[in-house]
């Protein structure tokens, strides 16, 4: 991959929904040539797929909340039971099994501190095998990257 392949990476993140000719301009490319590049990018999977970003705020989904959980039993069967349950909560944007003091990272999406305690009571509270839960409240997202070009 190349710097021309970058740059068209950063275009597409930028607008996925560029045209062809729009992109090729931004990139210095002909049309042709940047199509190509671009299928290429595709075949090769470096794009895997095109998405749509919703804007949560005006959803209504104003609190993030980020949760460090930590389970009694770190058994397979016991993540296994852990992550089929987690899955289930639509709230839940983001969740990873990690190494340190805590074993799973998780973030939420919740309209309001209310609607958290909700769900903390009738669904976070009844994940299975769980020793402790620590919640932490985003004051303000300082970056976010869907996915750097490094």
Same mark, same amino acid.
């Given at each position: 991959?190349?710097?021309?392949?970058?740059?068209?990476?950063?275009?597409?993140?930028?607008?996925?929904?560029? @045209?062809?000719?729009?992109?090729? &301009?931004?990139?210095?490319? $002909?049309?042709?040539?940047?199509?190509?590049?671009? &299928?290429?990018?595709?075949?090769?999977?470096?794009?895997?797929?095109? @998405?749509?970003?919703?804007?949560?705020?005006?959803? %209504?989904?104003?609190?993030?909340?980020?949760? &460090?959980? @930590?389970?009694?039993?770190? %058994?397979?069967?016991?993540?296994?039971?852990?992550?089929?349950?987690?899955?289930?909560?639509? &709230?839940?944007?983001?969740?990873?099994?990690? %190494? %340190?003091?805590?074993?799973?990272?998780?973030?939420?999406?919740?309209?309001?501190?209310?609607?958290?305690?909700?769900?903390?009571? @009738?669904?976070? $509270?009844?994940?299975?095998?769980?020793? $402790?839960?620590? $919640?932490?409240?985003?004051?303000?997202?300082?970056?976010?990257?869907?996915?750097?070009?490094?």
């Amino acid at each position: 991959m190349d710097n021309i392949d970058k740059k068209i990476l950063v275009e597409l993140q930028k607008d996925s929904r560029i @045209t062809n000719v729009n992109l090729a &301009q931004k990139v210095c490319l $002909s049309p042709s040539a940047c199509l190509r590049r671009v &299928q290429s990018l595709e075949q090769r999977k470096i794009i895997s797929k095109y @998405t749509t970003i919703l804007n949560q705020q005006e959803l %209504g989904h104003k609190t993030q909340i980020i949760l &460090q959980i @930590t389970l009694a039993d770190q %058994g397979s069967k016991n993540l296994e039971k852990f992550e089929k349950s987690i899955i289930e909560i639509p &709230q839940v944007i983001s969740c990873i099994l990690i %190494g %340190g003091s805590y074993d799973y990272l998780v973030k939420l999406l919740v309209r309001d501190i209310e609607d958290y305690e909700e769900l903390h009571r @009738t669904k976070l $509270s009844q994940l299975p095998n769980i020793s $402790s839960l620590q $919640s932490n409240f985003t004051l303000r997202q300082v970056v976010k990257r869907i996915n750097p070009i490094l």
